[in-house]
């Protein structure tokens, strides 16, 4: 039987960053050193002293940060390839192109899902690199 997790955004974060880099942790694995460490509580949260010491940032107002934290899998991309325009935030074709190279390199990722990414990667490829989406 294979169970879909649900990890919090924290662990989806630290994870989507460890595959950017080359690692494939054990998400399982990853959640409890995180949670041993004292960066998150058993429910994901981020604790005071990770907050304190600069580990983990909370999000504010800035829409960028939100939807990075919302979205754990573009966290670790750099923000000039983001901009707001109205009530969205768009991503330009690198952003893009990183979110779902990092689907397609995670091994946990459901089959659909790499599909997904395939497809947006291809169209993205397709794309005027100028634009943003």
Same mark, same amino acid.
């Given at each position: 039987?294979?169970?879909?997790?649900? $990890?919090?955004?924290?662990? +989806? =974060?630290? $994870?989507? %960053?460890?595959?950017?880099?080359?690692?494939?942790?054990?998400?399982?694995?990853? $959640?409890?050193?995180?949670?041993? /460490?004292?960066?998150?509580? +058993?429910?994901?949260? #981020?604790?005071?002293?990770?907050?304190? +010491?600069?580990?983990?940032?909370?999000?504010?107002?800035?829409?960028?940060?939100?939807?990075?934290?919302?979205? #754990?899998? &573009?966290?670790?991309?750099?923000?000039? %390839?983001?901009? &707001?325009?109205?009530? =969205? &935030?768009?991503?330009?074709?690198?952003?893009?192109?990183?979110?779902?190279?990092?689907?397609?390199?995670?091994?946990?990722?459901? =089959?659909?899902?790499?599909?997904?990414?395939?497809?947006?990667?291809?169209?993205?490829?397709?794309?005027?690199?100028? /634009?943003? %989406?």
């Amino acid at each position: 039987m294979n169970f879909n997790i649900k $990890y919090p955004p924290l662990v +989806e =974060q630290a $994870y989507s %960053h460890f595959l950017s880099i080359g690692l494939h942790p054990n998400k399982d694995k990853l $959640y409890k050193m995180l949670v041993d /460490e004292g960066m998150i509580d +058993e429910l994901g949260n #981020p604790t005071q002293q990770a907050i304190d +010491e600069g580990l983990v940032e909370v999000a504010g107002n800035n829409p960028i940060e939100r939807f990075k934290a919302e979205n #754990p899998l &573009v966290a670790h991309i750099p923000d000039e %390839h983001f901009k &707001v325009q109205g009530n =969205q &935030v768009l991503m330009d074709c690198y952003a893009v192109s990183v979110a779902a190279t990092t689907i397609l390199n995670d091994p946990t990722a459901p =089959q659909e899902q790499k599909e997904n990414a395939q497809s947006l990667l291809d169209k993205v490829n397709s794309l005027d690199h100028n /634009e943003w %989406h």
